[in-house]
């Protein structure tokens, strides 16, 4: 790896960093807390520990994050026994200043989407360089469909316009996702409509009709808050 590559990813690494430690503040200690998926989560659990913040339990949204809290000593429990969740905490792939996200690079969308809607209010943190003014621009949408409708739904999605990847492996509910590109995201509320509406799609990572109330985002020095 050269120079170059290690300091913008020990960068990157510093603005997820500054975008965890900016949401602390709105953690309260005793609640339920939803917990997204990915590396900026994993550097929030590492904070949550450092700061000795006391949550009730969190509620995850994969396994890979059920492990990490699980690691670091913080209880989890099933969004079914929870009746109200005050606050859902993740990272996204892309977003722009109205809060219309790309998620699921890590697979974990359907589940995200999920607790995001459930909760009360949803902040998603992330580094400023993921801030787009359209998105699609640098990640493809992540569809997750039955594995009985996986052809149907890629050929569909083509025709929409999309250049189609079958991801390798399943997803945490066992279920291909399929990667879609130049998909036409200059209306992301329509376009997860359309996307929603195919029989079998079971969640797809366009954010539109649940946004974040805030965004937190890491810069070179400090944070930028949306809205401001
Ligand atoms: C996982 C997600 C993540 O929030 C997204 O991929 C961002 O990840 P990272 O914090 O590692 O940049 O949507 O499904």
Same mark, same amino acid.
């Given at each position: 790896? +050269? ?35 990915? +590396? ?110 996986? +052809? ?77």
């Amino acid at each position: 790896m +050269s120079k170059d590559v290690r300091q913008e990813s020990n960068q990157s690494i510093a603005k997820k960093r500054r975008a965890a430690e900016a949401v602390l503040p709105m953690i309260q200690a005793g609640d339920y807390l939803g917990m997204g998926t990915g +590396s900026t989560v994993g550097v929030l659990i590492e904070l949550i520990v450092q700061h000795r913040l006391s949550i009730r339990a969190a509620i995850s949204s994969s396994e890979a994050t059920t492990a990490a809290l699980q690691r670091a000593g913080i209880g989890v429990v099933d969004l079914n026994e929870v009746a109200d969740v005050p606050l859902y905490i993740d990272g996204a792939d892309e977003l722009t200043q109205h809060g219309f996200l790309i998620k699921g690079g890590g697979g974990a969308m359907t589940r995200e989407k999920i607790l995001a809607t459930a909760s009360r209010h949803f902040v998603c943190i992330a580094e400023d360089d993921k801030l787009t003014p359209v998105l699609g621009r640098n990640h493809p949408v992540p569809v997750e469909v039955l594995p009985m409708a996986r +052809s149907f739904i890629a050929r569909h999605l083509a025709g929409m316009g999309a250049t189609v990847t079958l991801r390798r492996g399943l997803s945490d509910n066992g279920n291909p996702i399929l990667d879609c590109s130049r998909l036409d995201l200059a209306n992301p509320v329509t376009l997860e409509q359309a996307i929603n509406n195919l029989p079998g799609v079971i969640g797809c990572g366009v954010f539109a009709l649940r946004r974040p109330e805030v965004m937190l985002l890491g810069t070179v020095d400090g944070v930028r808050r949306l809205p401001a």
